[in-house]
């Protein structure tokens, strides 16, 4: 056996998904490997490479021990329920026990239709596949909990998307799991309180066995899934990234950001900020995220009430006090989190960070830009690189002047350096990956990944990726990878 699958999620009953085979594709091209996964994952990286390991990415064939399923699951996308929606274009192969001992799913996306595709082909373009496999990796570099990148390959298939055809392609995604909200959400839905239970347990087994022991495991469990998803949402907050499409079914119970659908990093700073084509309202706005997580949040815990008490009104009781510990859990996250950005001790007014974002506001300021050559002035670099970002000289002097009083003892330069990036997947950058892989040429994804590795230690060679998009290329749209 090459990959020493141990499936669990196939164990729980057979409501939970339905199995479903991958649809072979005609010429299936590694596009590249992530060697270093996969070994963390104890699968020998040069086979998952050869003839037999790509055919398995590509979904033409089945390694021994795989037990390919797609997952049920509901979901509120955009605010209205969408009682069934499943994987309709990913298949879980199985999981895997890391070396860590951490059990992993390794998960097809693109692999064709399941009984959950509704109209949909169950295919993927070659432009989310390489989205996902830079911006996600990325992520994992910038220290942010995520689901992982282990391949993507090239089908040969043109799929019928809105603008016209285009090129298909394949991604294996691997994640803690994919146990969402919205997989509690599908069975709370049809009242199987039974399901909920068992998927509960699952999910404590697998994601916070510590709390199995506890007098109240399903409040425990509620609790872990706020303070991971309070700690996440200010961590994407902290480096500007915007998700983008919120829902439910797309906010994971172990913390890990899942679907890098329209997501995107800010380049200058706009608290109401967004990118995604479908989000109209401004939803899930850069600024709006904290807010949508605690509903998302909420939802999860309407769907443990029948476990967290006998009686509904103890049960709502119980739920709410958890629910009420959010605002503070992000908001000392976030304090913790911008602190460190501004080289600021744990004393220091938390209002000097509204006030720095609204400079930054203001000033139509690069969010990575100002906090990277920040971090360079408190290691004692010139400070103009700095001064030359804003606009206004004077605007800039007076919060200058009110930093260096807060900073008078020394600015945290570790803090700094391990709070700011210096290099994030720009929406240009990605664009430009995406529009290579379309022609064929995949020298500029391979380089941005290869670049967006080592994302807080300095590099020559990379330093283009630093910069700003010049004003034509400049992106203000990113679409789903529907
Ligand atoms: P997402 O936008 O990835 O969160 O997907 C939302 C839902 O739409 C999920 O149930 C997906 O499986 C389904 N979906 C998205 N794209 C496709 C597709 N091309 N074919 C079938 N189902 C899809
Ligand atoms: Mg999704």
Redesign the pocket.
């Known amino acids: 056996m090459q990959i020493q699958f141990d499936n669990s999620y196939a164990r729980l009953p057979e409501r939970f998904y339905a199995r479903q085979a991958p649809t072979p594709v005609p010429r299936p091209e590694l596009i590249r490997l992530n060697a270093e996964l996969a070994s963390t994952l104890g699968i020998d990286a040069r086979w998952l490479g050869s003839e037999e390991g790509v055919a398995m990415l590509a979904g033409n064939a089945t390694p021994d021990g795989a037990d390919p399923l797609a997952q049920a699951?509901a979901?509120h996308?955009f605010g209205g329920f969408v009682p069934q929606?499943?994987?309709?274009?990913?298949l879980l192969l199985g999981e895997v026990v890391d070396t860590a001992g951490d059990r992993r799913d390794v998960q097809l996306k693109?692999s064709g239709?399941?009984p959950?595709?509704?109209?949909?082909?169950?295919?993927?373009a070659l432009g989310p596949v390489i989205r996902e496999y830079v911006v996600s990796e990325a992520m994992a570099a910038l220290g942010v909990p995520t689901t992982r990148a282990l391949a993507a390959v090239a089908t040969g298939e043109q799929?019928a998307r809105q603008q016209g055809p285009e090129p298909g392609g394949v991604f294996t995604r691997v994640a803690a799991s994919h146990i969402r909200v919205g997989t509690f959400q599908y069975f709370i839905a049809r009242r199987d309180h039974d399901a909920i239970r068992a998927l509960a347990d699952h999910a404590i087994a697998r994601h916070y066995p510590d709390v199995a022991g506890s007098p109240a495991p399903y409040r425990a469990l509620l609790e872990r899934v706020v303070t991971a998803q309070a700690g996440l949402i200010a961590h994407w907050l902290s480096l500007g990234f915007i998700h983008g499409?919120m829902?439910t079914?797309?906010t994971t119970v172990s913390g890990e950001t899942i679907?890098y659908?329209p997501c995107a990093f800010m380049d200058d700073f706009q608290a109401r900020k967004v990118f995604s084509s479908i989000d109209r309202g401004g939803r899930y706005a850069w600024g709006n995220q904290p807010e949508i997580g605690l509903w998302n949040l909420t939802r999860f815990a309407e769907t443990l009430l029948p476990l967290l008490a006998d009686v509904e009104s103890e049960a709502i009781a119980s739920a709410e006090q958890v629910l009420q510990g959010y605002s503070g859990q992000f908001s000392a996250a976030f304090g913790r989190r911008f602190r460190a950005k501004l080289g600021l001790a744990a004393e220091v007014d938390g209002e000097r960070i509204q006030a720095c974002l609204d400079l930054l506001e203001r000033q139509q300021v690069d969010f990575t830009l100002f906090f990277g050559r920040l971090t360079d002035v408190a290691r004692g670099g010139e400070v103009e690189p700095l001064r030359a970002l804003f606009s206004d000289p004077a605007a800039f002097e007076s919060w200058f002047a009110t930093w260096k009083d807060d900073t008078q003892s020394g600015a945290r330069v570790d803090d700094m350096r391990a709070a700011n990036p210096i290099r994030i997947p720009r929406n240009h950058r990605v664009e430009e990956a995406i529009q290579g892989a379309y022609r064929g040429d995949y020298a500029a994804f391979h380089r941005l990944v290869d670049g967006l590795a080592s994302p807080y230690t300095a590099d020559d060679a990379y330093a283009d990726l630093e910069l700003p998009p010049q004003p034509e290329e400049v992106v203000h749209q990113t679409f789903?990878?529907?």
């Open positions: 699951y979901g996308q929606l499943g994987d309709g274009r990913a693109g239709r399941t959950f595709s509704r109209g949909g082909d169950g295919k993927s799929v499409v829902n079914d797309n679907d659908g789903c990878g529907t």
